[in-house]
């Protein structure tokens, strides 16, 4: 609830009020297009220091998880198939919501009872960032790299704090469309050289055999390269430029999207997300 407060000559007159319902405070927090990794990135509000409500703890969930149910989250979390309210089974128990994660849920670490790290050095520290591998766990014991502050809401009382956090296994999923082209590659290369070499070792096997099956091999292998490496690249650059070349011309869908390729993330993914999210707002 906001208030503004109404005067006239220095007297009180009255108050506007203004209410927003904590769902549209969770939508907006959630919303898929503010996550750059979009399997798994999470946002959310937890208590700080509550002076209007004492009985409310530090760590308590102000606004509702991605993974309370399968609203946010792709359908059911991909990472365990479950989501908070059917249960996230961990090796340390079953970690559950009864109707919502605000005010329900302490984001502890259910190794140890207590504050996951993120949350606990953000409380202590006013704000924090941790992105280096392992990692941490968070609420569901699993390994995240995230980012932490506090605020306070103008004529708060209470201090608020904010997690982004995102799976490790995701963030670090990340390969240059270079690194993927030279190791396809060297697949392709090593794997029709060795073909050859074994024909060449295949007793009876003359010269005149030889040459020109290791020719179609190494044509094979080049033929590979361009169905997974060359063509595939080609094809997610020709749909990126065709998208662009409709909307600089004015004829364009603003609403239409690049589809995600799921399995690995590369310039042509995780900058396309961003390219999508900039021309989306």
Same mark, same amino acid.
């Given at each position: 609830?906001?208030?503004?407060? *109404?005067?006239?000559?220095?007297?009180?007159?009255?108050?506007?009020?203004?209410?927003?319902?904590?769902?549209?405070?969770?939508?907006?927090?959630?919303?898929?297009?503010?996550?750059?990794?979009?399997?798994?990135?999470?946002?959310?509000?937890?208590?700080?220091?509550?002076?209007?409500?004492?009985?409310?703890?530090?760590?308590?969930?102000?606004?509702?998880?991605?993974?309370?149910?399968?609203?946010?989250?792709?359908?059911?979390?991909?990472?365990?198939?479950?989501?908070?309210?059917?249960?996230?089974?961990?090796?340390?128990?079953?970690?559950?919501?009864?109707?919502?994660?605000?005010?329900?849920?302490?984001?502890?670490?259910?190794?140890?009872?207590?504050?996951?790290?993120?949350?606990?050095?953000?409380?202590?520290?006013?704000?924090?960032?941790?992105?280096?591998?392992?990692?941490?766990?968070?609420?569901?014991?699993?390994?995240?790299?995230?980012?932490?502050?506090?605020?306070?809401?103008?004529?708060?009382?209470?201090?608020?704090?904010?997690?982004?956090?995102?799976?490790?296994?995701?963030?670090?999923?990340?390969?240059?469309?270079?690194?993927?082209?030279?190791?396809?590659?060297?697949?392709?290369?090593?794997?029709?050289?060795?073909?050859?070499?074994?024909?060449?070792?295949?007793?009876?096997?003359?010269?005149?055999?030889?040459?020109?099956?290791?020719?179609?091999?190494? *044509?094979?292998?080049?033929?590979?390269?361009?169905?997974?490496?060359?063509?595939?690249?080609?094809?997610?650059?020709?749909?990126?430029?065709?998208?662009?070349?409709?909307?600089?011309?004015?004829?364009?869908?603003?609403?239409?999207?690049?589809?995600?390729?799921?399995?690995?993330?590369?310039?042509?993914?995780?900058?396309?997300?961003?390219?999508?999210?900039?021309?989306?707002?």
């Amino acid at each position: 609830m906001f208030y503004q407060p *109404l005067t006239r000559d220095e007297k009180l007159l009255g108050a506007l009020c203004g209410r927003v319902p904590n769902d549209v405070l969770g939508d907006l927090i959630q919303r898929e297009a503010g996550h750059v990794f979009h399997e798994s990135g999470d946002n959310y509000l937890f208590m700080v220091r509550s002076n209007f409500d004492p009985s409310i703890r530090p760590g308590t969930a102000l606004s509702r998880s991605r993974f309370e149910d399968s609203t946010f989250s792709l359908g059911d979390n991909l990472k365990l198939g479950d989501n908070l309210k059917d249960g996230v089974r961990t090796a340390y128990g079953v970690i559950q919501v009864r109707q919502h994660t605000e005010l329900e849920l302490v984001f502890n670490d259910p190794s140890t009872g207590e504050l996951h790290p993120g949350v606990r050095e953000t409380i202590r520290k006013g704000d924090n960032l941790f992105v280096t591998y392992p990692g941490y766990s968070d609420y569901r014991h699993i390994p995240v790299i995230g980012k932490g502050v506090t605020f306070r809401l103008p004529a708060s009382p209470d201090v608020w704090g904010m997690m982004c956090e995102g799976d490790l296994e995701e963030v670090y999923r990340y390969r240059s469309v270079a690194f993927r082209l030279q190791r396809l590659y060297l697949l392709t290369a090593v794997g029709a050289w060795a073909a050859a070499a074994a024909v060449l070792l295949v007793p009876g096997v003359g010269a005149l055999t030889a040459l020109p099956l290791s020719l179609a091999l190494t *044509l094979a292998g080049a033929w590979a390269f361009h169905v997974f490496g060359g063509s595939r690249l080609g094809r997610r650059l020709q749909q990126t430029s065709t998208m662009l070349r409709g909307i600089a011309e004015g004829g364009g869908d603003l609403r239409q999207r690049l589809p995600r390729e799921s399995g690995h993330m590369d310039e042509g993914t995780h900058g396309r997300g961003d390219r999508d999210r900039a021309m989306g707002q």
